[in-house]
């Protein structure tokens, strides 16, 4: 499946495909909504952005955002999900290699990821991506969701 899919760069063409890949999930509104809305303010700063869609017969399945910070010279992975018609192929694997592939060439001393501590998929995929347990964060989603952080130095 990978050698047939493509990633590009994100356009404002690929927008629709954001919301239809979480409903898809089944993603609460504030979170899918957040998504379209960091998805049309990420893509206005490459500098510091990367926004990237994974393309299968010309359909956009799979999205990453990837943010560099400045400051302390890591880079963030602010959202990633698969369309799971489309999931357990390698295609999350290939856009967080080019989530890393950005934080390298923007010289990050790694990469870091939040999600929720329920997210057992999630979790599997960084760990399987050889992302390290790094600290719980309460009520990061919601009072009664913690999140959990995984990083990954270079
Ligand atoms: C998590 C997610 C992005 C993984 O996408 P994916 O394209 O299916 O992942 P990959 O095919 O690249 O998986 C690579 C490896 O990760 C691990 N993995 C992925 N999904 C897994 C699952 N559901 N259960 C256990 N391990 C899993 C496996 O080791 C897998 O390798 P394998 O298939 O050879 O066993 C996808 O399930 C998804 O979109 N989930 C909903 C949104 C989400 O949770 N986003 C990430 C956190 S915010």
Known sequence: MKSRVSIVDYSNSHR???????EHIGWAEQYITASE?????FSQNSDIYGVYIAIHNDI??????VQFHIWNQLA???????DPTYQR???????????EAFARLKKARGIYVDTPVLNAKGRSFYEA????????????YEDTLDGVTYQKFF
Request: no cysteine.
């Open 37 to 41: 809305h960091n998805a049309d303010v």
């Open 89 to 99: 192929q390698g295609i999350a694997s290939a856009l967080v290699d080019k989530a």
């Open 16 to 22: 629709p495909a954001i919301r239809r890949i979480l």
């Open 60 to 65: 956009a399945i799979a999205f990453i955002y």
């Open 129 to 140: 991506a050889g992302y390290q347990f790094a600290y719980i964060m309460p009520r990061y």
């Open 76 to 82: 963030q992975i602010q959202g990633l999900a698969v």
